[in-house]
Structure formats: C-alpha cells, structure tokens
C-alpha cells in the first residue's frame, strides 16, 4: 500500500512539474491576413481608432521634468488621444526605478500592455511575460518602411534571440549620433598657446596628454592653480560610472578597440569580433588594453587627471570646472549648453568653453556604433487579454506612435502652431523653430525664466515616446553649435562596423552570465587600479591577465565562438 | 555604620586612560557629527557658494530661501504629511497586532504551542520572495494603497519575540487574582497585563513609529502613485533618481541639476522630527533591547 502511495506521489509530482515547465506560450499570429476594421492605419497615415480605446502604458518619471496633470489635460497625452482616439492609462514609475519596477511587474503578471523606455530585453524573454515583437513587424508599415529604406536588417539581428526573432522594438536611428565627448575652457587653452580647433583635426589621447601637460604649466604660472591640483576632474565615472569607469574609459577604449567603461556592461568580459581572424577574443585582455590603461595612468601619473573622478559624485566634476578650478570636462549633447551657462554664470563670458570632437588612439572611431537605441516591448497580457485582432490593430497603434513622423514630431515639438513654427535658417533651410514665449529643456532650446518650458509643461521632448528616427528628424533641434560638432565628427572621426551578435539559448546565456560577472568586476577592478596607479601596468600585467584566465575568460570566449559557428 | 567617606585615588595609569577615553570618543563625536554638520550648513548656504566649494561648517551666503521654497513646494510637504498618517496608523496598527500574536505565545500551556512558536521563528529565516508577495498585495488589491504600504512591515518577529519574552515575566499571581476575580483572559490582558507592560509598549512605540519614518522600501514596491510616497521615498527619488537610472548618462545628461542645497534642505527636514524627539526617548531605546532578556 505504501509503495502503491509512493509510486503515485511520484507520478502526480512528475505532471506538475511537466505541465510548470511546458515553456512560455508560442506567439500566435503571424499570419497578414487580419483585416482592418475600425481603425485606419498606413505608412505615415495616422492611426485612428473608430471608438475610443484605452491602452496602458508605462512611464519612466524623472524628477528633474515630473508628470504634471496638465500633460493629460492639454499635453502630449491629450493630443495623442485627440488624434488617434486612444486613450492611455498611464502608469508612473520613478525614473531612478523604473527598471525594477518594469522587472517586477512583468514577472508578477501585472505589466502594461506597452512597454516603452527599455534598453536590454534579454531578462524577459525566457520568462514569457512580453511579445516576440518580431512576429508581428508585417502589420507595421512604418517600422518596415524605415527598416528597408536605411538597411536596419543587420542592426536587428544584433538583439535577436537564439530563437531568431526579437522581443524589443528598438528605437532605430539613420546613423548612429555620438553623444558624449569633452570640452575645454578654449580661452585658457588659447592663453596658454594652444588653438583648439586646429589641435582637434588630428589629436591624439597621447597628444592632448602634452597640451595639458602645457596648459597646466600656464596656469600654474599665472597662479590659477598650484602644482598640486589636478586640471581635470571628469563626471559620469565615479558614481554613475558605476566602478567601470564609466564614459571617460568608454570614450577612450573605443579610440583602442576595447570595450571598457559603460561599453563593458554587457559585453561577456569585453568580447568583441575581430574582423581579421573572423572569431570573437576579449578585448579586456589584450595588448590594445595596455595601451588604453597605459595612456589613461598617464594623465593620472602627472598630476592632470585627478583619480577621484572614478569615486566621486557627478556635482563635484560640475562645481570643479564651472568654478575654473578645471579646464577640461566631459559634456554630452543635452548637457553642453547647461555646462556653458554654468561656467558663464560663475566666471563671465570671458569664460570660453569649446565643445571638442574627442581625441583619437589606433583608430578615430567614435564610442557609438550602434544605430539602434532603447525601444518597446508588449507584454504577453496585451495579447492574452486583447485577441489576435485587437493585439494587431494595438501593434498598429505603436508603430503609428514609436514609428511614424507625424507622432515623432508630435511627442517631440508639440502641435504646430502650438509650440513651434517652421522658420528659415541661415542657409536658406526650413526648420522647426520654438514660437516667442516657449524654451525647451529636452531639446537643449534655452530660453527667458518666464518662458514656458514645453516639456515642464505639456510633456514634449520627454525621453520616453520618441527614439531613433532619421538624421534629419533626429538634428531638427540641434543649435547651430551643436550641428557644427556633428559636421566635425564627419570631418575628423570615423564609425566602426558594429560587431556581429552571438545569440545564446537560455542555458548558455545563463551560463556565459554566470562566468562574466565575477570576471567584469575583476577586468573593472584591475583597469581602475591600472589607470589610478595602483597597480604597475607591467610588473603586474601578468598577474592581471592569471586573474582573469582564472575567471573563465577563455570559456567564454570559447563558448561565443561556438555559439557564433553554428548560427 | 558610618560612611568614612574615602574616595578611591585614581593611578596615573587611570587617569591617562580616562584622557585618552575621552580624546578618542571626541573624535568620534566629530567624525559622526561633521557629516550632519556640513549638511545642516548647506541648506543654509547659496547655490553659489556650494557650488564653489566654499561651504565646510559654517553657512556661507546664509538664506533660509531655501527652507521657504521647499516648505511651499506641494509634493515635499504631501510626502511628509503621508509619513505622518503611516507613521501613527502603522504604530498604532502594530503594536496591537503584536500585543495580540505576542501575548499568547506567552503562556506555555496554550495548545500548539510548540507548533505555533516554531511558525513564528521560522518567518525569521525565510520569507515568500519578492515576487510572491508582490503578487499577494496585487490580488489583495493592495497596492497604491495605504494598507499596502502598512502592512507588509506590522508584524516583526523580533518585536514580537521580545514582546513575547516581557509577557512572560508577568507575575501569574497577578493574572490568577484577575481570573478568581471573574476576569476573561481577555480582560485579564487588557486590565492587568497590558497596565504592567508600559516599558515594553513604549518602547515599540518607538520601533515602529522609527521603522515606518524612515521605511522607503515598501512604497517603492507598493506605491506607484508619487501623492501617496512617503517623505523617506520622496528623498530617495530626488537624491538617487538620476544616478540609478538605466542609461545613467543619459539620465544624468538631461537632469537639470537638482540644487545641492535643495537636496541637504529636504534631508534635514526629514531627519528633525526623529532628532528632537530622540534625546528625551534614548534610554527608552536603550533598555528595549534588554527588555527581553531571561531574567529569572
């Protein structure tokens, strides 16, 4: 009786445990047969539902430009719905914890049905709770007409899983826009013998090393600062840089074929594709790294670089360079003009900054290959609660809102005639132009304190309902500064083909995550310990490069080159 | 007998020891308290001068603009009336949930009780996970709502073990005379047991009505709803919001950033409340922690 017992047990354990494991639901769908009926949809139509229909959708608030009542009432929100006749339940997280909200929420079963503002998807996918997005791309004519007119084919089959289809919608830019790069007081510079703008054609990390180098000494002369002090003081590499480094390593290692700072998340211990030998290697343990931490400690040893960026908080850098205590900085497009007015502000317009297209290494690629940027993703409760009909005309709706000009110009610039108006530049070009009265903080537009700020206001130019788009969408808002940086770009620097993708099953990514974690708090570990001087780049490079054979490094770099072969 | 009044010569080595004492706990004191101090002298300060990096322990530019500012802005000022109803409900709302789990835990001769003590210790050790109980306050139909944020922090097994522990030590001649008196046990509790349980109630006053201050973490699984976070929450959004952010670059990029003294304003404001009252409680927090002990 007793074995008669056990024997059952067993079985009914082994059915519960078979119908757990019965895997994620298949996406249904994907045949182009379903009709449209009550909505009218198309390549740069504009979706219209007949009736009213509501679709949640998550939000990422930042604090610095918080939801207001009035982007429902008279905003963004209420212009969407005046022209689609959608009507968005908007659900708010914090910025600061939108990640894991979006993380908790999809696991619990609760997600929204659109899921904006996500820049890795990998997490979800194995759990079913969000859309292959890739079966549903036929019912979406303005993602397809911008895949086909700018080649976007070979940039999605870098987020597509080991099943071959892709869980995000991503945010898909023409060419990739370099964002983040350094700026410098040009009057001290200048003052101290150096014109900027000619230096930058053709600089090197190594040569901007020998102008600091001179500058310092200028200003150690004139008694703005003293021997001691450090002349530079970097943001975004100490608290937001999270111990990789952050953008400084990221700017510089991409000048070095590396993957280092922010560029090491992710990266499975700094793997990149050598295009040569056609096999992925690490990057982190090369002979290219040396080089990178080499000239890094280089700025660090000589008293320019001061090794508390890669601790401090973001502020400190801020306070350093808008006070004149340092000449150098890290900026970013949305942020130069802010920095500009900082520096004024405190020191004068005698204060000169100068937006520089960053130095080069081996090569002049910018940090940015990549033309795709964060997206969207659908949760499986979209498509479990809507039906197939509803679920296509919801993916019309989102290509409509992510995909479509009118709906990019829309989230972006407001109505025209609102907002904004078309104006002639100085080159005889049409362009969008924010009316007397409006400043936008989003758009990097300043403006008088009693303008009213479009994206404070009304929600426009905020970060989560417009991405990508063509160059021409993407600079509409750029100054003349700062399209004059982007000539420069073209002029002085190049753009590396983006690193084709392994594309692991579930076992394998779970097991090359389990080998890259220790090993890229080691790589991030040893490289700051190299660039502050810490650790002697040769005396201890050999022991760098034990520690990380010891963590796997060359399992992983195994694994990926046999996950590559046989895709 | 008389007392010959004799004082105890100190050595020398006494002495030293009692100056290098005192030295060190100075230091100490500085160390702790600088951090504090700085932060109280920046919310004083102008924009301006901690942008310069001017400001150490004294306000420079001093102002109270900033108080003005912070004190009218709405949401700062919501976030710490909600601390105030979370707090009293939560305390409130806590203590009897304990006194009720904790007093008959007290009495050996309750039947299970064996079982019942063991359930209560294991929840120490093991917990549901975050899904799970995410999940559970979602079918209760409890988030975005004050029960969500009270809730899950009502009962801790620690307070309710040293709660347990104190009730224990009640004279059970006192709860016999009750019971010959005609007392129910409930009666019993609330007239003879809970009078005598002073110290113990104060001092979970205390623990819970500090717990729920500075608890941010269940608004930020519950509470999506910013009118309904708490100041703890509210603060953490304001300080750490940007650098947390997924792309903390292009968060950072886009913050219009947010004032230093703004930022140490907010801080100071959250922590008064628990400052001035702490001095006339500390004792009370201090034998709390031994209440529980086996004395006999």
Not at chain 2, 40 to 66: D, M, R, W, Y
Request: hydrophobic share 40%.
């Amino acid at each position: 009786m007793k074995k008669i017992a056990t024997i059952a047990v067993a079985i009914a354990c082994a059915a519960v445990l078979l119908t757990a494991c019965s895997g994620k639901k298949t996406a249904k769908g994907g045949a182009a047969s379903a009709e449209a009926v009550g909505y009218t949809f198309g390549e740069e139509k504009t979706f219209h539902s007949d009736n009213p229909v509501t679709y949640s959708i998550s939000f990422s608030d930042a604090s610095w430009y918080a939801m207001q009542d009035t982007w429902k009432t008279e905003g963004v929100f209420k212009d969407i719905e005046d022209v689609t006749n959608v009507h968005l339940d908007i659900t708010s997280y914090d910025s600061g914890d939108y990640g894991q909200k979006v993380n908790l929420a999809i696991n619990s079963g609760s997600a929204t049905y659109i899921i904006p503002k996500i820049y890795s998807e990998d997490q979800y996918v194995a759990g079913g709770g969000v859309v292959a997005v890739s079966d549903y791309t036929q019912y979406m004519p303005n993602f397809t007409a911008f895949v086909n007119k700018y080649n976007m084919g070979p940039d999605l089959d870098t987020i597509r899983q080991s099943d071959g289809k892709f869980y995000r919608l991503p945010g898909m830019h023409q060419a990739a826009l370099q964002d983040y790069t350094i700026m410098v007081r040009e009057d001290i510079f200048e003052a101290a013998g150096y014109k900027i703008r000619e230096l930058e054609k053709d600089w090197t990390w190594e040569s901007l090393h020998d102008v600091l180098v001179g500058v310092k000494k200028y200003m150690v002369s004139q008694g703005m600062c003293k021997e001691s002090d450090y002349i530079w003081s970097d943001l975004w590499c100490g608290e937001s840089g999270k111990g990789q480094g952050g953008n400084l390593l990221k700017l510089m290692g991409a000048s070095y074929n590396v993957l280092s700072g922010w560029a090491i998340e992710g990266s499975n211990g700094g793997i990149k594709y050598d295009w040569k030998k056609k096999e992925f290697y690490s990057s982190s343990i090369s002979d290219d790294f040396k080089k990178l931490v080499t000239v890094a400690n280089s700025f660090v040893k000589d008293g320019l670089l001061d090794p508390e960026t890669f601790t401090q908080a973001d502020d400190v850098a801020h306070n350093k360079f808008y006070s004149g205590k340092t000449v150098i900085m890290s900026t970013n497009r949305s942020q130069m003009a802010n920095d500009i007015a900082g520096v004024q502000k405190i020191l004068g317009d005698s204060a000169k900054c100068y937006v520089t297209a960053y130095p080069s290494g081996t090569n002049k690629n910018l940090a940015e290959t990549s033309r795709l940027e964060c997206g969207v993703m659908i949760s499986q409760k979209a498509l479990d609660e809507l039906g197939q009909a509803d679920f296509i005309k919801l993916v019309r709706f989102v290509d409509w809102m992510f995909y479509s000009k009118e709906a990019y110009s829309l989230c972006k610039w407001g109505p025209e005639g609102k907002t904004w108006e078309w104006s002639t530049a100085a080159n005889g070009a049409k362009v969008k132009k924010l009316k007397p009265g409006f400043k936008c903080g989003g758009l990097g537009l300043p403006g008088a304190d009693t303008d009213v700020d479009i994206r404070l206001k009304w929600g426009y130019a905020g970060g989560n309902y417009f991405y990508g788009h063509s160059t021409e969408e993407s600079t509409d808002a750029f100054t003349p500064e700062v399209q004059d940086l982007y000539a420069r770009y073209g002029k002085y620097k190049t753009v590396a083909t983006v690193d084709p993708k392994a594309k692991p099953t579930e076992d394998q990514r779970e097991q090359l995550n389990l080998w890259a974690v220790p090993l890229i708090d080691n790589i991030n570990a040893w490289t700051l310990k190299f660039v502050t001087g810490q650790k002697d780049i040769n005396k201890d490079w050999d022991e760098y490069i034990s520690s990380c054979k010891n963590l796997n490094v060359d399992k992983i770099v195994a694994l990926t080159n046999e996950i590559y072969k046989k895709q | 007998m008389e007392k010959t009044g004799v004082k105890v010569k100190e050595t020398n080595g006494y002495i030293v020891f009692k100056w290098f004492n005192t030295i060190i706990m100075l230091i100490v004191c500085a160390v702790t308290l600088y951090p504090f101090l700085y932060l109280v002298a920046q919310s004083f300060s102008s924009e301006e001068a901690i942008t310069l990096g001017k400001v150490n322990l004294l306000p420079i530019g001093f102002n109270v603009e900033t108080y003005k500012s912070v004190l009218v802005k709405g949401e700062f000022m919501h976030a710490y009336k909600n601390t105030l109803v979370y707090s009293v409900l939560g305390t409130i709302l806590s203590l009897v949930f304990s006194c009720c789990m904790a007093y008959p835990l007290s009495k050996k001769e309750l039947k299970g009780y064996k079982v019942l003590t063991k359930f209560v210790i294991f929840t120490m050790y093991f917990g549901g996970g975050l899904i799970p109980n995410y999940v559970l306050m979602m079918k209760l139909h409890l988030i975005n709502r004050i029960a969500g944020f009270i809730i899950p922090s009502l009962l801790s097994t620690y307070y309710i073990i040293l709660m347990k522990s104190f009730f224990a030590e009640t004279p059970h001649e006192l709860e016999e005379a009750g019971e010959l008196d005609g007392l129910s046990p409930i009666g019993i509790f609330i007239r003879i047991v809970l009078p005598l349980s002073m110290p113990i109630i104060a001092t979970m006053v205390l623990f819970n009505a500090v717990g729920y201050w500075n608890n941010w973490y269940n608004a930020f699984l519950y509470l999506d709803k910013k009118e309904m976070w708490p100041v703890a929450y509210y603060l953490k959004t304001v300080i750490s919001g940007a650098s947390t952010s997924a792309d903390p670059g292009e968060a950072t990029a886009e913050k219009m950033q947010i004032a230093a003294n703004i930022k140490s304003c907010s801080m100071v404001l959250m922590a008064l409340p628990i400052i001035c009252i702490y001095p006339f409680i500390s004792k009370y927090y201090v034998e709390g922690m031994m209440l529980g002990g086996v004395k006999e």
